[in-house]
């Protein structure tokens, strides 16, 4: 059986969608881009079968609870997705917000918005915290009960004080895309943005 080899993002809003496009081209992937919304409309199966039209690899999807305590729409289709038999997902950027509720994951690493990586939690602005290998989120609740090869915990994608925008290069979102690659044995040296044909209008 052929898998999809995919990034699971656990964020969906238009600073995510179009910061998940511009690093799904430079590493030569697809952004399945109807994954974004707030919350995630999109059925599990329904992000499935757009994965395994993808025309290439890596996959990445986006999923979002909107706040909702518990696990709301988004991590309902990212489990579905994350253990669906033709999906092999090579990790996860999991991503810290201002959650009211105490929802949290565990981390393996975490890129804090100087670019320092460390076992050191991260908070919405990329400033590193005092916890150990947890940060608090919003679509994070499922994340212990799936398993993937790594966790990367960053703040806000594309945000951060600016410092992740794609006008600056995306450097903290593209960074735990690198560490996620890399942990999985990918020479990241290998993509540099020109071996894509991937526009904002593709969806596969």
């Known amino acids: 059986m052929i898998k999809k080899r995919v990034i699971l993002v656990t964020d969906g809003d238009v600073y995510a969608k179009k910061t998940i496009q511009y690093v799904a081209k430079h590493y030569g992937g697809r952004c399945i881009s109807s994954s974004f919304g707030n919350p995630t409309l999109l059925s599990g199966e329904e992000i499935?079968?757009?994965?395994?039209?993808?025309?290439?690899?890596?996959?990445?999807?986006?999923?979002?609870?909107?706040?909702?305590l518990g696990e709301g729409a988004g991590e309902v289709a990212l489990k579905h997705v994350a253990t669906h038999p033709q999906v092999d997902v090579l990790g996860v950027i999991a991503v810290a917000s201002k959650t009211h509720q105490s929802e949290w994951t565990k981390v393996n690493v975490t890129v804090d918005r100087d670019l320092q990586v460390s076992h050191f939690g991260v908070d919405?602005?990329?400033?590193?915290?005092?916890?150990?290998?947890?940060?608090?989120?919003?679509?994070?609740?499922?994340?212990?009960?799936?398993?993937?090869?790594?966790?990367?915990?960053?703040?806000?994608?594309?945000?951060?004080?600016r410092k992740d925008d794609v006008k600056n290069g995306a450097p903290i979102t593209s960074k735990a895309v690198e560490i996620i690659l890399e942990r999985n044995g990918y020479d990241v040296s290998q993509w540099n943005g020109k071996n894509s044909d991937f526009t904002e209008t593709d969806d596969e």
Do not use: H
């Open 48 to 68: 499935v079968q757009l994965i395994l039209k993808a025309k290439s690899e890596p996959v990445f999807v986006m999923f979002d609870d909107s706040g909702y």
């Open 124 to 161: 919405k602005s990329g400033i590193q915290e005092m916890d150990i290998g947890r940060i608090n989120g919003d679509t994070v609740y499922c994340l212990d009960t799936i398993k993937v090869p790594i966790i990367v915990g960053i703040g806000d994608i594309g945000k951060m004080a």
